[in-house]
């Protein structure tokens, strides 16, 4: 295993348990005592985590995993959820896309999807797609497919998620509508709905909700019946969420209950 791939790994754990022993992690990931010191103490010095005696805890009370170190975890489910929030989308239609690693799969799968990518702006000038986003991942994504006109928020990037936030995405977001908006979220819960880890991320992706006609909200099963600390929006503003079979029946009644659609794939 290489470093980056222990790191990301390393990192995963941490995030999911809060607290890692050395013995533990190096059981984990089939590597020696030795190593995980190693990488503890320099994940600690780049303020990813906290060296402990015999371990290491979360960097932080409400820790957030950069972007650039999550790992492919759950990555089949993201990618068929991907799959199915994009044969929500139309043709022709504006979608507004939040950061993160499930939205990066959707924008993905609109890119390869066959009546889109195939498709080429009319002699008006129409696109297959208008996506707005504001995420630069995923504008860098989709700005070489000549067939979707792409529209950034600006705004001040936020290097966890590559998202842009404040008040200069604002001033963009209060100029256009939307069709739908896809939201990446980190907790969905039927009393206290979606959320985010971050305040001003939260601010940003609950104006794309509320320049859209319809919100899908496309989160895997790990992030359902969660709450998170900045609220985007309330669980009445969501219209679909697609999730994975890992669901339980009880919480999709839930959200049935509450009048939210729910696409299991």
Not at 83 to 99: F, N, Q, R
Not at 111 to 120: E, F, I, N, P, Q
Not at 215 to 228: P, Q
Not at 242 to 255: E, K, P, Y
Request: hydrophobic share 45%; glycine share 8%; aromatic share 4%.
């Amino acid at each position: 295993m290489s470093r980056d791939a222990r790191w990301k790994a390393l990192l995963e754990l941490l995030v999911e348990r809060g607290r890692l022993d050395v013995e533990e992690a190096a059981s984990e990931l089939g590597v020696s005592a030795a190593t995980i010191r190693r990488d503890f103490d320099q994940l600690a010095e780049q303020q990813m985590l906290v060296r402990t005696r015999g371990g290491a805890v979360v960097h932080g009370v409400s820790y957030e995993l950069p972007l650039r170190y999550k790992t492919a975890r759950r990555a089949s489910e993201k990618q068929r959820i991907a799959k199915a929030v994009a044969d929500l989308v139309s043709p022709g239609e504006a979608v507004g896309l939040t950061g993160g690693t499930t939205t990066t799969e959707v924008a993905r799968a609109l890119a390869v999807r066959g009546d889109l990518s195939s498709a080429a702006p009319g002699p008006s000038g129409s696109p297959a797609l208008t996506v707005v986003t504001n995420a630069l991942n995923i504008a860098n994504e989709l700005a070489v497919r000549p067939q979707f006109k792409i529209v950034v928020t600006g705004g001040v990037a936020r290097p966890q998620s590559y998202e842009l936030i404040g008040p200069l995405a604002d001033g963009v977001l209060g100029q256009i509508t939307l069709d739908v908006a896809v939201l990446g979220v980190v907790a969905l819960d039927v009393a206290h709905g979606a959320a985010a880890h971050d305040e001003a991320e939260a601010a940003v992706n609950r104006l794309l909700c509320e320049r859209a006609e319809r919100v899908v909200v496309a989160a895997d099963s790990s992030k359902l019946g969660r709450r998170a600390f900045a609220r985007i929006c309330a669980a009445e503003s969501v219209d679909t969420l697609v999730t994975d079979t890992a669901a339980g029946q009880d919480t999709v009644r839930r959200f049935e209950e509450a009048g939210i659609r729910v696409v299991t794939v």
